[in-house]
């Protein structure tokens, strides 16, 4: 009876300082200095910018002029794959894009730009440098427990694009999960769009941009355009093996060549992609307007 009394108090010692060790390990975490938080999360978004080049997805970018009665009076719609060749080269093959019919709202080089860079922004070491970084507080965001930084640039580079606004990063996996804000600088008479920008967890480790929404009056000198956009970034998968570009520009998958080479000509591998398994809660969107 002693020995099972002994034994069972040596268990319970052995949880507790389980227990007290995983308490500490996260307080830990959380009450790191801000410096030190700015710079891990920092080093995760850089890895987390170069995970993401080795991802195939799918942009969905819908742009749309704004009439009365929320009407819509014109759109430009584009819809690309975005891949890799057998060089590691990205790829961009375009599935959809009808001639544009805005009426009076232009894309530019810039919004082109900001479509690759600014609107799914990633803080990373390299880029640190070019900002300020404020810590405004820590913040509940859906499920997740962030910290909410003020970031703008700390200046302005002739032909370079920069974010200006507020990022919320998860303060787990210290990855941006969300961003607000604006692209700078504008370009004369050009005028850009406050967008919100949200992450989803993909394969358990990293936090991709999934959704942008912008809804803004745009003023201009000879007067104001409300515009909307909704870009998607979806299908995200990971390259395996070579993936080599047919004849026609098309995906060709490995499993796909063998059977390929018996052919006459190069056919486009069948569409596979799934949906990622997450085993975080993705940050909530807005709703969907289409």
Same mark, same amino acid.
């Given at each position: ?20 060790a995983q308490g500490g390990a996260k307080q830990s975490t959380s009450q790191l200095p ?58 961009? &093959? %375009? ?8 009426? $009076?709202?232009?894309?530019?080089? #810039? !919004?082109? /730009? ?40 700390? &200046? %302005? ?8 606004? $507020?990022?919320?990063?998860?303060? #787990? !996996?210290? /990855? ?51 515009? $909307?956009?909704?870009?998607?970034y979806k299908n995200y998968k990971k390259f395996s093996g070579t993936i080599r570009i047919g004849d026609d520009g098309g995906e060709v998958a490995p499993e ?35």
């Amino acid at each position: 009876m002693r020995f099972r009394i002994v034994t069972f108090v040596l268990t319970i010692a052995m949880l507790c300082s389980v227990v007290f060790a995983q308490g500490g390990a996260k307080q830990s975490t959380s009450q790191l200095p801000i410096q030190e938080v700015i710079k891990r999360f920092a080093e995760s978004e850089s890895l987390n910018k170069i995970a993401r080049t080795n991802y195939a997805f799918t942009q969905d970018v819908d742009l749309m002029e704004m009439g009365e009665g929320g009407s819509i009076a014109g759109r430009y719609h584009r819809i690309s794959d975005i891949i890799l060749d057998d060089r590691g080269n990205r790829i961009e &093959k %375009i599935t959809f894009f009808p001639p544009s019919t805005l009426p $009076r709202l232009q894309i530019s080089a #810039e !919004d082109i /730009q900001d479509l690759a860079g600014v609107q799914p922004f990633a803080l990373t070491t390299e880029d640190l440098p070019k900002y300020d970084v404020n810590f405004v507080g820590k913040e509940k965001l859906d499920e997740l427990n962030t910290y909410l930084f003020e970031v703008k640039p700390k &200046k %302005i580079v002739k032909g370079e694009r920069y974010f200006q606004g $507020r990022i919320w990063v998860d303060d #787990e !996996d210290l /990855q941006i999960v969300k961003s607000a804000g604006q692209a700078v600088p504008e370009v004369g008479d050009q005028k850009f769009p406050h967008f919100e920008s949200y992450r989803e967890n993909i394969d358990e480790r990293y936090w991709f941009p999934t959704y942008v929404l912008a809804d803004d009056m745009l003023q201009f000198k000879n007067g104001s355009i409300h515009m $909307r956009m909704i870009v998607r970034y979806k299908n995200y998968k990971k390259f395996s093996g070579t993936i080599r570009i047919g004849d026609d520009g098309g995906e060709v998958a490995p499993e796909d060549e063998a059977k390929d080479k018996q052919k006459a000509s190069d056919k486009t591998a069948p569409n596979t992609k799934t949906a990622p398994n997450t085993t975080k809660p993705p940050v909530k969107k807005p709703p969907q307007m289409d």
